[in-house]
């Protein structure tokens, strides 16, 4: 688990020294030279491969393994791991126009379930860089791409597109048409940001993709509290401080969800569409799911994590919302709910705990994090029927992250 400032850039910003995640590589975005800003190059490394570089220091669950890759330092991302599957994307601009070229001599290493798969993923952020490189560089009112095709390196696609259209911040669908089904509607595509490290946008792409090559992306996690907000308690603070806690609210989602039907979450969560401020995906998120609709009872950003299993990877940012007895009204959506109250600080923080030591063996993150929640269960509280619940393993990194904000 990593952990960041709350400040989130939404402009997209020049690729320079910048690293996020995609299907199973690392992307590093430098610029090919210090003097320009019209040459740029990307390289995806493989997860795995980075993990052999550094002895398999690289340790935990699948997500903790590529967090860490991709904050392993940069003289490792080199030629000797390029002979391993490793591939560049490089754009040259040139007054209005774009070429970006694949550099795949490599990608034949790629093992043969991964080779057509890189080939698409390659086409897709092909049309990424263009988006962050002609923030920098473009002056004109329309620009002429030439772009990698989805199946081979050498076939292109060039188009002419309006600049501000590229560059519009709620993102462009027909940029991404040579790479989605021919029969999609353009028109009602929603598209997301991929971001890096530090959740600032690099550029669009529509959501689909998002889930299909698990780019890293930005949404948001709320914990709603009966009647106040939680804020940090400090090291110094006694831990029965937790038994004065509000109670904050949890829900079970319903059993005909296609990811994780009928399990536990103790926050409500969502994605971010392209250039959407996060404080509005929290307000939309929390109206359309709990029916809570109260953008004043919403905190500030509290924190940002990074959370990363083999189906999302998502910068997310934490808020709370104070739930008011006597005004608010929670109304489950009905495709997402099916049960819900509020419960107990301590009961949710026994049976989170009790949730991650269940998954001993299959949790994403550190390993550490299991021990920790091992050591933390109290066995001293008599049963109840809440230290069954298990928790969505995505909600669970996101409440590892809530408790050691809390306590800082």
């Known amino acids: 688990m990593m952990f960041m400032s709350s400040k989130n850039e939404e402009s997209f910003a020049p690729p320079s020294s910048r690293r996020s995640l995609a299907s199973s590589f690392v992307i590093s975005m430098e610029d090919c030279e210090s003097e320009s800003l019209t040459n740029f190059k990307w390289t995806l490394s493989p997860i795995d491969q980075i993990r052999v570089l550094v002895d398999d220091e690289i340790s935990g669950g699948v997500g903790s393994q590529a967090i860490e890759a991709m904050h392993t330092h940069s003289d490792l991302i080199s030629s000797e791991i390029n002979v391993n599957g490793a591939f560049q994307l490089k754009c040259t601009i040139n007054e209005s126009r774009v070429i970006v070229e694949v550099d795949a001599k490599h990608i034949d290493a790629i093992n043969e379930n991964d080779h057509a798969n890189a080939l698409e993923l390659a086409a897709i952020l092909s049309r990424v860089m263009v988006q962050s490189a002609l923030k920098s560089c473009s002056e004109h009112d329309s620009v002429t791409m030439t772009v990698p095709g989805a199946n081979d390196p050498a076939?292109?696609?060039?188009?002419?597109?309006?600049?501000?259209?590229?560059?519009?911040?709620?993102?462009?669908?027909?940029?991404?048409?040579?790479?989605?089904?021919?029969?999609?509607?353009?028109?009602?595509?929603e598209m997301s940001d991929l971001v890096d490290s530090s959740g600032r946008p690099i550029g669009y792409v529509p959501r689909s993709l998002v889930h299909k090559f698990n780019l890293l992306h930005r949404g948001i996690g709320i914990v709603v509290c009966r009647d106040d907000h939680i804020t940090k308690q400090g090291q110094d603070q006694d831990q029965d401080q937790d038994q004065c806690l509000p109670d904050i609210y949890v829900h079970q989602r319903t059993d005909t969800k296609r990811i994780f039907p009928s399990l536990w979450d103790m926050f409500v969560g969502g994605v971010s569409t392209a250039g959407e401020d996060l404080r509005l995906t929290a307000q939309r998120e929390v109206g359309e799911e709990l029916g809570l609709t109260r953008p004043s009872s919403l905190s500030d950003l509290l924190f940002q994590c990074i959370i990363c299993t083999s189906y999302n990877r998502c910068v997310v940012t934490v808020f709370t919302y104070k739930y008011d007895s006597t005004v608010d009204e929670i109304k489950w959506q009905a495709e997402e709910v099916q049960w819900g109250d509020f419960v107990p600080y301590g009961i949710v923080e026994n049976s989170g705990a009790r949730s991650i030591g269940r998954l001993a063996g299959k949790w994403p993150g550190r390993e550490s994090d299991v021990m920790e929640a091992l050591s933390n269960i109290d066995d001293t509280s008599i049963e109840r029927d809440e230290d069954s619940w298990d928790y969505v393993p995505d909600g669970l990194l996101v409440w590892i992250a809530w408790l050691k904000w809390i306590a800082t």
């Open 155 to 189: 076939e292109t696609c060039t188009e002419t597109y309006p600049v501000a259209q590229l560059l519009s911040s709620s993102g462009y669908a027909p940029l991404f048409a040579a790479v989605l089904p021919p029969d999609i509607d353009l028109d009602n595509i």
